[in-house]
Each structure stands twice: as structure tokens, then as C-alpha cells.
């Protein structure tokens, strides 16, 4: 099962940050938050992941809680083309599967 | 640099009949994935591969045969299709975690209808 969750959908304005939190209360200390995306029916795409610090790529930036129960993906200037399903993964480094939950659908609003 | 390549795109198949999806990469992955998605659904792990020669059952395995015998190809085999496996599948690869950059890469996806 997947061990985190996540709003089923969310709304964003076009230009505005968009913040899609995701729960991992049961997350352990060697467990990594992953952060995926899919656009439209095409194949998910990477964005980002972290241990405990905050990240951030040119694609987003990734807040976990000093708990690391929960994380915040942020897109920073969300566009039309950021409309997707958003998948919050937890993943021990030395776990071999990848496991989706059911993801937070993001609508950019123009 | 192509990444993960799946065959075929589309495909239609009456029920009872076999067939194989190929995916290929081209980044000297070690791991590599099989994944179903249904409509409106998340993505659900049939089966995966740790290395060439090896396979392990993920979520969903039942209705499915696997096959890594190059470590850039992974196959998925149905060996009697049923209107159930109606679907869009998915391969994916990635380096073994512990060898730094482990985030995995997705093919395009393969649509497959049993009618």
C-alpha cells in the first residue's frame, strides 16, 4: 500500500505558487519523499526528492516538516502546462519497488 | 539518447490471445519496471527486475509473465489476454538506489485493448 497521502484534487491560478502538501506520518528515518508527475496520459516525470532538508530543482522546491510527517511540493509560478496528477512517493534506499498512490489532480486556471 | 522505449504503442487483442510489450533503455539502468494504469487511476507495479536475470512480483503480478534477459530490456509477456487487462502500460527504469541519481524514467506507455 501506499504510505502517503494526498488531496484528490486541487485548484491553482495561472502565476500563482502552487503548494500540493502530501502526508508520510508513518515515514521512517532512512525513507526519502519523491515527487512525480503526470501530464495528461503520458509517462510520469521526475521532479524532485529529499531526506529531511528542503530541496529545490528549476522545476520545484520540496519543504518536509522538522517531523518529517508531511512535505509540500511548490511550484513556484505555476503554469497551464503544470496542469497534471501530482504523486507523493516515500521510498527506503534500499527498497527496490516504486509504489503510487492515487497523486493530487492540479488545475491551473487561466 | 533515447531513455525508455516501449513496443508497441497501440495494440487491440481478442480475448485468449498472447503477446509481449518490449522496453528498452539505453541508460545502463539496473532496475527496471512494469506498471499498469487503468482510467481515472494511479499507476499499479505488475512486475519488476533488480538486475538481468532477475524478476519480482510487484502489486498486481497475476495474468503476467516477465523476462530481463539483457539488462536493457525488459519484457512483459500475457500469455491469454482478458478483457480485465485492458489498460495503459507503463515501463520504467532507474539506477540502483545507492548509486546517486535514482529517480526513474517512464516510457511513453503502451495502449492495450482486449476486446
Known amino acids: 500500500d501506499a504510505k502517503t497521502t494526498q488531496p484528490p484534487s486541487m485548484d491553482c491560478a495561472e502565476g500563482r505558487a502552487a503548494n500540493l502538501p502530501c502526508n508520510h506520518s508513518?515515514?521512517?528515518?532512512?525513507?526519502?519523499v519523491y515527487w512525480y508527475r503526470q501530464i495528461h496520459s503520458q509517462g510520469p516525470q521526475y521532479i524532485i526528492h529529499?531526506?529531511?532538508n528542503n530541496e529545490t530543482n528549476e522545476m520545484a522546491s520540496l519543504i518536509i516538516t522538522e517531523d518529517r510527517k508531511s512535505s509540500t511540493l511548490i511550484l513556484p509560478h505555476a503554469t497551464l502546462r503544470d496542469t497534471a496528477v501530482y504523486y507523493c512517493?516515500?521510498?527506503?534506499?534500499?527498497?527496490?519497488?516504486?509504489?503510487f498512490g492515487k497523486g493530487t489532480r492540479l488545475h491551473i486556471l487561466p | 539518447n533515447a531513455g525508455v522505449t516501449q513496443t508497441p504503442k497501440f495494440r487491440v487483442l481478442k480475448t485468449g490471445q498472447s503477446m509481449t510489450l518490449l522496453c528498452a533503455q539505453d541508460?545502463?539502468?539496473?532496475?527496471m519496471y512494469w506498471y499498469r494504469q487503468d482510467p481515472g487511476m494511479g499507476l499499479r507495479l505488475i512486475h519488476y527486475?533488480?538486475?538481468?536475470?532477475?524478476?519480482a512480483k510487484g502489486e498486481v503480478p497475476d495474468g503476467y509473465n516477465v523476462s530481463r534477459l539483457k539488462k536493457q530490456n525488459f519484457l512483459l509477456g500475457l500469455e491469454s489476454a482478458a478483457p480485465s487487462q485492458t489498460s495503459v502500460y507503463f515501463c520504467a527504469s532507474s539506477y540502483r538506489m545507492g548509486q546517486g541519481v535514482t529517480e526513474a524514467f517512464f516510457g511513453q506507455g503502451t495502449r492495450l485493448t482486449v476486446v
Open positions: 512517493i516515500v521510498r527506503i534506499n534500499r527498497d527496490d519497488k516504486i509504489i
Open positions: 527486475s533488480v538486475g538481468e536475470g532477475t524478476t
Open positions: 541508460m545502463n539502468h539496473e532496475y
Open positions: 529529499g531526506l529531511k
Open positions: 508513518t515515514i521512517s528515518g532512512n525513507e526519502y
